[in-house]
């Protein structure tokens, strides 16, 4: 399927009144869209995750230059803006490997490179289906400082709410009440055509400028990488870095 029949359109998520279409989207999606298989959309794929601790081969170069301009969403960065390392992840919250680098990798990562001031290291959503565009959209309607809280709590809880047998917008309500949302707030969230342009923006600029077709993927320094990285694989590549 090409890219530009991938849109994440307001028609796909939420045609209909806001409450009934978010089901019928989820609904539609119900046996593609999910932690399990959720890769398969414009030719994209999940990555697989790594099964070692060796630095995985990049799989093209990047501008990084260019990687570094922000897109139209206000950027996720941590770390030192002028760190010699830089990585942009691009991940979709339905992805099981991109739950895994979060869960096992990122912390340790951030404690040993971003917060000594090694790594630079900025999110960006690449969604593969409404439920993870849906997820995105909630997590940036929340405060800025709630968005990495947030996307950690959907990670953690991928399969409660990502599995193809849930009700998806129920637990995505559920569990938007416990960071502060009301029903009322959520449904305006996932109603906000604008906010929902800008996530497909962000994804398919990756998609056209970057080479990226797959989650995880990683650019750092000038190299993508696509797979879930282990601390200590990423921890090599970063050290071959500095």
């Known amino acids: 399927m090409p890219m530009s029949d991938m849109l994440l359109t307001k028609r796909h998520l939420l ?8 089901s019928v989207a989820f609904a539609a999606f119900a046996d593609t869209a999910s932690a399990a298989n959720a890769s398969t959309a414009a030719g994209g794929q999940e990555s697989t995750a790594s099964g070692d601790d060796a630095v995985p081969p990049a799989d093209g170069d990047v501008n990084m230059t260019e990687v570094l301009k922000p897109g139209p969403l206000p950027e996720i960065a941590l770390g030192k ?11 979709s919250l339905t992805c099981p490997h991109c739950a895994h680098f979060a869960v096992t990798t990122f912390e340790t990562i951030k404690q040993k ?12 959503e690449f969604p593969f289906d409404p439920r993870a565009a849906a997820a995105f959209m909630l997590a940036r309607c929340a405060p800025q400082e709630q968005y990495m809280p947030m996307v950690e709590m ?3 809880q991928q399969i409660a709410w990502a599995s193809p047998d849930v009700d998806g917008r129920a637990a995505l309500l559920q569990m ?8 009322d707030s959520f449904t305006k969230c996932l109603t906000n055509q604008k906010l929902l342009d800008d996530v497909n923006s962000v994804r398919e600029r990756a998609a056209k400028d970057f080479g990226v ?19 200590n694989a990423m921890s090599k590549l970063i050290d071959g870095l500095l």
């Open 154 to 156: 959907l990670f953690k």
């Open 176 to 183: 938007s009440k416990l960071a502060g949302f009301t029903e």
């Open 81 to 91: 803006e002028d760190a010699p390392v830089k990585i942009v992840e691009y991940m």
């Open 213 to 231: 077709n797959a989650t995880p993927t990683f650019l750092i320094n000038g190299k993508r990488y696509a797979g879930d990285m282990s601390v």
């Open 15 to 22: 045609g209909g009144s806001a409450v009934a279409a978010l």
């Open 113 to 124: 490179y971003i917060d000594t001031g090694k790594v630079r290291f900025i999110i960006r």
